[in-house]
């Protein structure tokens, strides 16, 4: 099969990325092997392939937004899936099931836990595996490429929503606006809130105007209204005191990124007080995932792809990197 390895971490512009061919692998037990139809590009992958996070897994297959077509079965799966269905393979691929974290409903939180793209081989390649248990049935109605960003850039939004916890009716505002952000904010508009954008460039806040935001300005300038909510989607710790003096009496922010630049120091006064706080967002669990699709079965959202081969994958991590388009890049094999 045709594969993506990171092979020296490092800027995109460096190449840190090898293209070859390798074998297929085989399912593990309790395993579906997957051969990939389309693969999500988030801005986690390209952190993984500068060394923004550690390694975990040398040489590792980047990509954790997967859409396939289940292709074998490994040994004890049984039920859920069979050999023809469509499958997602998303960030979250295992946790221990009985550490303080999980026994309470947070797996998201367990020490244990590993990743699709991280510490196991993701799918920037023409074939992956995935633990059944952690594997997604998907919604009917979306393609295959529409549906790889729902499965992290959807998902990781869900969970920052929640975070951000939008009271009904209220006002949330959302800094950056690319793959995650766009999804987000039509699900937040679902649910009624009016949603306020603050991001750089013109596409991306011609994409926000199209969506219907209430509004739309630049990243640094002040929303039309106090904020009960807001998220930050760019990794840029800079916003973090911009986005809490946005914040009206009592308001969260969420920051919704893995990795975030460091952030300046705040004044208490000035962007604290007034019960205003400050929550981060890590991963997901799986009834995120399931509720977020549920979500897109019921509501068909828009979602705006750039599509690029699996062999030009460099280049959309490039092309990522330096914010040549807004929404989200798919790989197509």
Not at 112 to 129: C, K, L, N, P, V
Not at 159 to 168: G, S, T
Not at 243 to 266: F, K, W
Request: glycine fraction near 12%; include cysteine; hydrophobic fraction near 40%.
């Amino acid at each position: 099969m045709a594969a993506w390895r990171v092979v020296a971490p490092g800027p995109v512009a460096g190449h840190p990325l090898e293209f070859g061919r390798e074998t297929i692998p085989g399912p593990g037990p309790g395993e579906l092997l997957v051969k990939v139809l389309a693969c999500g590009v988030c801005r986690t992958d390209l952190h993984v392939t500068e060394g923004d996070l550690p390694v975990h897994r040398p040489g590792v297959i980047p990509g954790h937004e997967v859409v396939g077509e289940v292709a074998a079965l490994g040994d004890s799966v049984s039920g859920s899936f069979a050999v023809g269905d469509r499958v997602g393979i998303a960030w979250l691929r295992h946790t221990c099931g009985h550490c303080a974290a999980c026994l309470r409903g947070a797996e998201n939180l367990c020490r244990q836990s590993r990743y699709t793209g991280w510490d196991a081989d993701g799918g920037y390649a023409e074939f992956a595996t995935v633990p059944a248990d952690y594997a997604l049935h998907l919604p009917a109605g979306y393609s295959d490429t529409e549906l790889a960003p729902l499965l992290c850039a959807g998902i990781i939004g869900y969970r920052a929503l929640e975070r951000a916890a939008v009271p009904d009716g209220g006002a949330l505002g959302i800094y950056g606006f690319g793959g995650s952000a766009h999804l987000t904010a039509q699900v937040a508009s679902i649910r009624g809130a009016r949603v306020h954008v603050m991001t750089r460039g013109a596409e991306a806040r011609a994409l926000a105007q199209r969506l219907g935001a209430a509004s739309v300005q630049g990243v640094r300038d002040v929303p039309p209204e106090p904020l009960d909510s807001a998220i930050l989607f760019a990794p840029v710790g800079d916003l973090v005191p911009v986005a809490m003096e946005a914040l009206a009496d009592g308001g969260t922010l969420a920051v919704a990124g893995i990795h975030l630049s460091d952030i300046p120091t705040l004044e208490y006064q000035r962007h604290l007080f007034r019960e205003r706080q400050i929550r981060s967002v890590t991963a997901n669990t799986r009834s995120d995932s399931v509720e977020f699709l549920r979500i897109a079965a019921e509501h068909r959202l828009s979602i705006d792809i750039h599509p690029y081969p699996l062999d030009r994958a460099d280049r959309a991590l490039r092309d990522l990197e330096g914010g040549k388009f807004s929404g989200a890049a798919v790989l197509e094999p």
